[in-house]
């Protein structure tokens, strides 16, 4: 079996902040450009995390929970080691993207 390469791989980072995390992910789901995967790493153990991440996320993408990292940087870094694609992004928690970025990426 032959793994898909994408060009562009998403690394989310979050930590408790459920309503912003929906707000991130919805920014990225609203983009025009479909061809990319979002990683999306947890530094918590909230079931609202885990709920946001079941609704949101699509078969290609990856939910990482590791409540047991020391801050965004080492969420950023695992996400990275998971990352399928040729190019990686970060985006965390409380940004977001505007419908035409992944495509001018």
Request: aromatic share 8%.
């Amino acid at each position: 079996m032959t793994e898909v390469i994408l060009p562009l791989s998403i690394v989310v980072v979050t930590h408790d902040r459920s309503e912003l995390l929906k707000r991130a992910l919805l920014s990225i789901l609203s983009c025009t450009s479909d061809n990319y995967e979002i990683i999306l790493c947890a530094d918590d153990t909230s079931q609202e995390t885990f709920e946001i991440a079941k609704h949101y996320l699509r078969t290609q993408d990856t939910f990482l929970r590791i409540p047991s990292m020391r801050g965004p940087a080492e969420s950023r870094n695992i996400g990275a080691k998971f990352a399928r694609g040729k190019w990686i992004t970060f985006l965390d928690d409380d940004d977001t993207f505007s419908k035409g970025h992944i495509s001018k990426i």
